[in-house]
Structure formats: structure tokens, C-alpha cells
């Protein structure tokens, strides 16, 4: 389909007069992004799904359009007013409750991963995370269990793998049989990577 055949669909089957092809190229491109009414139109058009024209969604605003949801269901559902909701998404730093924080991974069904991007916790969760590695894993996992609002007894496993992991890559860089840069290198980008880990280590459990 040619971006003057989108927008007419668009304009015959949803009303939006106003919407040309150079709306369609400029989506396309990047340039602007449509609103939910566009984008439920354009999914319309193109016989699939809202998040089907999408990436993985990264932002609190990409996850809502994913989900075809309006701002005033997602503040009401997270129990907060749709001016300081839109705030946030507007600023992208989420500052609600831990109470809506639950509420909101609910209404717009986040994975652990999504959610902790979203509320901006990635930082303090990778701050924990090194912390297990390179000392007593067991001692942190209230913490983490906390911060994640998930069951101690299911990070056990994937802190006691990582902090094997990274002790291991320790041992290799003190070791004179092993060239302690190349070692020390792995070192850094474990703990650079050590958030990602973590979601993989969880995820084969």
C-alpha cells in the first residue's frame, strides 16, 4: 500500500479528513509520531494491531499506545490525576507509589524488565546486583526481592549463578596464567552488563 491509499483509509473509515500521505511518510520515517486515535486508525487501515506497528516499546508513552490505551484509563487504573500522569510520561520519570507502580505494571501488563526501565529503578537494581557478585550474594537478596516486589526464594538461584560468574571472572584476572587485562576487561563488562544478566539468569529458571 502506497501512503495515499493508507490515508484514505484512514480518512474513509475513521473520519480523519485531515490526514494525508505525507502524514503516513512522516510516521513512517520517524519524523512525528501519531497520537492513540491516529494509531488505532492507522492499525485499522492496515488490518492488525496498534503494537504491531511498533517497536519494542521502551518508553512509558510507547507501552500505553502499545496497549491501545487512553491517558485517562491508565491514571485511573494506577489511581493518580491524567495531568500528573501525563507529566510523567511527558518527563519520562515515573514518581508514583510503590501501590501504583503494582497497578500500573498490571493495567499495561509489564514484564519485570519493562517495568523496572519504566519506574527508573534500573540503576539501584544494578547497584544491588554488584554488590551480590562481588560480595555475599545471600545477603542482598532481601533487598533485591524488595526493590523488585518478587519472592526471595526465586532470586536465589540466579544471584548464586551471577556471583559464581563474576568470582570466576575475578579469579582469572589474579591469576598469572592469565593476561590480568584481557581478564579485568571482562571483568568491567560484566558488571556493565550485569542487569541484562540478571533477566536471563531469571528467565531460565
Not at 44 to 50: E, K, V
Not at 100 to 109: D, E
Not at 187 to 196: A, F, P, R
Amino acid at each position: 500500500m502506497a501512503p495515499g491509499h493508507v490515508a484514505y483509509g484512514m480518512r474513509a473509515s475513521y473520519g480523519m479528513t485531515y490526514v494525508t500521505p505525507d502524514h503516513i511518510t512522516a510516521w513512517e520515517r520517524g519524523v512525528a509520531m501519531p497520537n492513540l486515535q491516529e494509531l488505532t486508525a492507522l492499525a485499522g487501515a492496515l488490518w492488525c494491531a496498534p503494537g504491531d506497528l511498533m517497536g519494542a516499546p521502551r518508553t512509558l508513552r510507547e507501552h500505553r499506545l502499545a496497549r491501545g490505551m487512553a491517558p485517562e484509563d491508565v491514571a485511573h487504573a494506577v489511581g493518580m490525576s491524567v495531568g500528573d500522569y501525563l507529566r510523567m510520561e511527558e518527563t519520562g520519570r515515573w514518581t508514583g507509589s510503590a501501590y501504583q507502580s503494582t497497578q500500573l505494571g498490571k493495567a499495561l501488563q509489564l514484564s519485570a524488565p519493562a517495568m523496572v526501565t519504566i519506574t527508573g529503578l534500573e540503576g539501584e537494581l544494578a547497584a544491588l546486583l554488584e554488590e551480590a557478585v562481588s560480595t555475599r550474594w545471600q545477603a542482598h537478596i532481601r533487598s533485591v526481592a524488595r526493590l523488585l516486589s518478587m519472592e526471595k526464594r526465586d532470586l536465589q538461584d540466579p544471584l548464586r549463578i551471577m556471583h559464581g560468574e563474576y568470582q570466576n571472572l575475578i579469579a582469572r584476572t589474579l591469576s598469572r596464567a592469565t593476561g590480568s587485562a584481557t581478564s579485568g576487561e571482562e571483568g568491567k563488562n560484566y558488571l556493565d552488563n550485569i542487569v541484562q544478566r540478571f533477566w536471563e539468569c531469571l528467565g531460565s529458571r
